[in-house]
């Protein structure tokens, strides 16, 4: 639908509709996970949106839409606006929903340039359960440190690039949005790397 840059009015508006749905109805579900979907589908959406045309006035009226429903989402639910304040300021509820915050940022601290090896890990399994899945980047960050660290950020940075050259060199209207689309759901999935 996108590919054959149809953003006249009629289409336009069409195009916006179908563009704004799925994000409403991630955004008014009551879960933090429907949350992390909008952001993620907005992202991609918008992608894909600019790449085919669409005109500078339903970016700021996607933008502006977003944003609204986004805050009503997050503040109109209690937990919500508890995680929230609870990120923001984690010390203020260190036992509560700032925990995980502080043990990472005391992990990380601890990590060095070296790191604590895998011997040295029966304490943060204990702190923070299942580290090595949910949280891997901070993971390997504490046991092999910051110098692998800033190499694996290193390689994410120039897979990025090379996405980036792969994007350019297509000539077809639809693989650039497919490959921009799919570069674009990486690095928003990467965003939470430092976890």
Do not use: C
Request: hydrophobic share 55%; proline share 2%.
């Amino acid at each position: 639908m996108f590919s054959d840059d149809e953003w006249e009015k009629r289409k336009g508006i069409v195009n916006l509709g179908v563009f704004v749905l799925p994000m409403a109805v991630f955004l008014l579900r009551s879960s933090w996970s429907s949350l992390v979907s909008a952001v993620m589908y907005f992202v991609v959406a918008l992608v894909i949106a600019t790449m085919s045309g669409i005109n500078i006035k339903y970016i700021l009226g996607v933008v502006v839409l977003t944003i609204s429903i986004g805050l009503y989402s997050v503040f109109s639910v209690d937990y919500r606006t508890y995680r929230v304040l609870a990120f923001l300021n984690p010390a203020k509820d260190a036992g509560g929903a700032g925990y995980m915050n502080i043990q990472l940022r005391k992990l990380l601290a601890s990590a060095g340039l070296f790191g604590n090896g895998f011997d040295t890990n029966t304490n943060l399994i204990l702190t923070l359960p299942e580290m090595h899945t949910n949280l891997i980047f901070s993971y390997i960050v504490y046991t092999l440190g910051w110098m692998v660290g800033a190499i694996l950020i290193s390689l994410i940075i120039i897979f990025f690039i090379r996405l980036i050259k792969t994007f350019k060199s297509i000539k077809n209207s639809y693989g650039r949005l497919i490959v921009g689309s799919f570069a674009s759901i990486f690095i928003v999935s990467f965003h939470t790397i430092y976890l």
